[in-house]
T-cell receptor, first 114, second 111 residues
Framework: QQQVKQSPQSLIVQKGGISIINCAYENTAFDYFPWYQQFPGKGPALLIAIRPDVSEKKEGRFTISFNKSAKQFSLHIMDSQPGDSATYFCAARHNTGTASKLTFGTGTRLQVTL | NAGVTQTPKFRILKIGQSMTLQCTQDMNHNYMYWYRQDPGMGLKLIYYSVGAGITDKGEVPNGYNVSRSTTEDFPLRLELAAPSQTSVYFC??????????FGPGTRLTVL
């Protein structure tokens, strides 16, 4: 129930195209859904996040779409650029009141080609 | 404001050796976390802390120990290194548990 399933494992998109990464979860107690971007040799960096009472959040070229009834959420990268080439992780937070933990997806390696 | 810092960046251990991975944050965050990252497996939570003096196990705690004597520091101890502990280790911190801020990682190889 704590799993977050992420797909695809890898993705190749042409410059200017739309990159779409999908995640699904089972635990309805999750209350916060962040996306992280990780470049080789670096730690993950928070990219954008959404709460389940909102269906969409947009920050620049990055948009999260959230479907609460389907228990799915996705990251859309519009006008993808070579600099977006990185590994992306979705995550889901379980907040028990005394502790707050994230469960991560397995990651998607995005390559944006010229 | 350095954020989350981790030392060392790289380390090679022999089987059975011990070491401590250091983690320090200067954001006055109450929550701190240790993760390990293996290829294709995402990040797995090892231990976490909700404040000084309070720690608890995560998903994969076996072979590790932690302590939290100050708000700033959260060291991770490996007592008897095993090849299965070869991984990249990340420390993270957060305030209310919304956005976690990650350190640059420690790449550990156990031979």
């Amino acid at each position: 129930q704590q799993q977050v399933k992420q797909s695809p494992q890898s993705l190749i998109v042409q410059k200017g195209g739309i990159s779409i990464i999908n995640c699904a979860y089972e635990n309805t107690a999750f209350d916060y859904f962040p996306w992280y971007q990780q470049f080789p040799g670096k730690g993950p960096a928070l990219l954008i996040a959404i709460r389940p009472d909102v269906s969409e959040k947009k920050e620049g070229r990055f948009t999260i779409s959230f479907n609460k009834s389907a228990k799915q959420f996705s990251l859309h990268i519009m006008d993808s650029q070579p600099g977006d080439s990185a590994t992306y992780f979705c995550a889901a937070r379980h907040n028990t009141g005394t502790a707050s933990k994230l469960t991560f997806g397995t990651g998607t390696r995005l390559q944006v080609t010229l | 404001n350095a954020g989350v810092t981790q030392t060392p960046k790289f380390r090679i251990l022999k089987i059975g050796q011990s070491m401590t991975l250091q983690c320090t944050q200067d954001m006055n965050h109450n929550y701190m976390y240790w993760y390990r990252q293996d290829p294709g497996m995402g990040l797995k939570l090892i231990y976490y802390s909700v404040g000084a003096g309070i720690t608890d196990k995560g998903e994969v705690p076996n072979g590790y120990n932690v302590s939290r004597s100050t708000t700033e520091d959260f060291p991770l101890r490996l007592e008897l290194a095993a090849p299965s502990q070869t991984s990249v280790y990340f420390c993270a911190s957060s305030d209310s548990g919304t956005g976690q801020f990650f350190g640059p990682g420690t790449r550990l190889t156990v031979l």
